[in-house]
């Protein structure tokens, strides 16, 4: 594990990997979680797009903006002491040009007081991650299955599976390395393949539904805390099972209300 006793930075994050450290990371989109998260340990804090399908019921990360992610990186930021924040960059944000890509990710820096953005995307987004890293902003790189391409890739399917696509998957994340990437997420590609292209790169891979081989592993808050029973996929393991227990509470809470067995003379005022 990192120092307990100071933040973790990108560099941390390379000599755990050299040193053959697993590095933690999970999703996080409030104060509330990112405190508890941080005081467990974790090491990198994901203020993902995906905060609309988690919190607002929507079935793709494609509407996420970029004073949501602002609202949320900041929310996170302020609630954690150690762990390294990281922002997405939501769809459009960071495609059109690389000046909007400057000005966009310098905004989620300077208003959310986070460490580092991620973007998603290989071979067209080389020139804007080696833009951004040249103007002090780290970049965190996602290949593999890349959500905001959801349409284009017909759908939440296992990405590198032939040959030419897992050569593809390889040259892209050594061209990421290249353009200054401090890591890359590896999603929904196959072990074999996730462990190759982390055996190839000295920025360490952090996985989620892409084996044991990557340098870490991330994965949907919620959906580890059984938040979300309705969503099983292969991948997620659930740690605890949160929604029987706030189920649990909530009934409890309105059969005393009906009772009247809530509130009680101790939760009143003289
Ligand atoms: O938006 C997100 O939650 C992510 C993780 C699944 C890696 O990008």
Same mark, same amino acid.
């Given at each position: ?36 998260l941080d005081s467990a340990g974790v090491d990198i804090l994901l203020v993902g797009d995906s905060v609309n399908q988690v919190l607002a019921g929507r079935d793709s990360t494609l509407s996420a903006?970029?004073d949501q992610m602002v609202y949320h990186g900041a929310s996170v930021r302020r609630g954690s002491q150690r762990a390294l924040v990281v922002v997405d960059m939501p769809f459009l944000s960071y ?74 998957? *390889? &040259? ?6 290249? @353009? /200054? #990437? ?5 999603? =929904? +590609? ?10 190839? *790169? &000295? ?6 539904? @892409? /084996? #044991? ?5 991330? =994965? +949907? ?21 949160? #929604? ?27």
């Open positions: 594990m990192t120092d307990k006793a100071r933040p973790v930075t990108t560099r941390d994050l390379s000599i755990m990997k050299a040193e053959g450290q697993r590095i933690v990371a999970l999703t996080c989109y409030d104060s509330l979680f990112a405190g508890l903006t970029l495609q059109i040009s690389v000046e909007e890509a400057i000005r966009n990710a310098g905004r989620v820096l300077q208003e959310t007081g986070a460490e580092a953005v991620k973007l998603e995307g290989g071979q067209p987004m080389l020139a804007t991650v080696r833009a951004l890293v040249e103007r002090g902003i780290p970049v965190m790189g996602h290949l593999g299955l890349t959500p905001q391409s959801i349409h284009t890739l017909s759908g939440y399917r296992v990405q590198g599976r032939d040959d030419e696509s897992a050569a593809r998957l *390889l &040259t892209d994340a050594q061209a990421l390395e290249q @353009a /200054g #990437a401090f890591s890359l997420v590896l999603e =929904l +590609v196959p072990t074999a393949v996730a462990t190759h292209i982390s055996e190839s *790169l &000295t920025i360490p891979t952090i996985g989620i539904g @892409a /084996g #044991a081989g990557c340098d870490g592993q991330v =994965l +949907v808050l919620h959906d580890m805390l059984g938040l979300n029973p309705g969503f099983s996929p292969k991948f997620l393991k659930r740690y605890a099972q949160v #929604a029987d227990t706030v189920r649990d509470a909530v009934r409890q809470f309105a059969e005393e209300v009906r009772t009247g067995d809530y509130p009680g003379p101790e939760h009143g005022f003289d």
